[in-house]
Nanobody, 124 residues
Framework: QVQLVESGGGLVQAGGSLRLSCAASGRTFSKYGMGWFRQAPGKEREFVAAINWSGGITYYAGSVKGRFTISRDNAKNTEYLQMNSLEPEDTAVYYC?????????????????WGQGTQVTVSS
């Protein structure tokens, strides 16, 4: 069992930055691939970024590539999402997730554990 708790969301102006954190419980954090997803009102949950168990491989949605950076610190059982050059279209609830496997994955169905979400609002 893995429990995930996100933090770091908030209100920011367009062009600004935020850093999301996801703290995981349990000793097996380093075994799982991790990801970030987001969901805007009235829209489906969409993939943002993913990272494999070691942190050596990352993958991004086209809409955030070059602006967002995913990382992890296995010693601290924590995943991060550094978000730069934020746009109003980035406004959503952001969720961290732990996959069933150790690789990186871009689909919701590959993820077994989910956090409660943190709101990110970008004003124009």
């Amino acid at each position: 069992q893995v429990q995930l708790v996100e933090s770091g969301g908030g209100l920011v102006q367009a062009g600004g930055s935020l850093r999301l954190s996801c703290a995981a419980s349990g000793r097996t954090f380093s075994k799982y691939g991790m990801g970030w997803f987001r969901q805007a009102p009235g829209k489906e949950r969409e993939f943002v970024a993913a990272i494999n168990w070691s942190g050596g491989i990352t993958y991004y949605a086209g809409s955030v590539k070059g602006r967002f950076t995913i990382s992890r610190d296995n010693a601290k059982n924590t995943e991060y999402l550094q978000m730069n050059s934020l746009e109003p279209e980035d406004t959503a609830v952001y969720y961290c997730a732990a996959a069933s496997g150790s690789n990186w994955y871009s689909t919701v169905s590959e993820y077994r554990y989910w956090g409660q979400g943190t709101q990110v609002t970008v004003s124009s």
